[in-house]
């Protein structure tokens, strides 16, 4: 079992740069795939990003390309997602999942987190 743990949600203003965080229980968390999706009011849950085990491979949905960014710290078993540029569009409940592999679908994902709100004014 991974519990996962996301924090630094909230509400922004559009064009603000928030973090999230997302913390893992075990040491092992080096052995996962990590993503972050999001789900918005009446909508169905959505990838935003991802990263590999090493951490040198990352992917994201078209939408946040160029304005999100997916690192990991294999030391703090905590996976982040630098969010730029924000939008209203962009308000949701984020997820962290952890999973044997990665990829687009959330089916691939063993392990989530609670989700964290960000609200982002215009």
């Known amino acids: 079992q991974v519990q996962l743990a996301e924090s630094g949600g909230g509400l922004v203003q559009a064009g603000g740069s928030p973090s999230l965080s997302c913390a893992a229980s075990?040491?092992?968390?080096?052995?996962?795939?990590m993503a972050w999706f999001r789900q918005a009011a009446g909508k169905e849950r959505e990838f935003v990003a991802g990263?590999?085990?090493?951490?040198?491979?990352?992917y994201y949905a078209d939408s946040v390309k160029g304005r999100f960014t997916i690192s990991r710290d294999k030391a703090k078993n905590t996976v982040y997602l630098q969010m730029n540029s924000l939008k209203p569009d962009d308000t949701a409940v984020y997820y962290c999942a952890a999973g044997t592999q990665g990829n687009y679908y959330s089916s691939v994902y063993d392990y989530w987190g609670q989700g964290t709100q960000v609200t982002v004014s215009s």
């Open positions: 990263i590999s085990r090493s951490g040198f491979s990352t």
């Open positions: 075990r040491r092992t968390f080096s052995y996962y795939y």
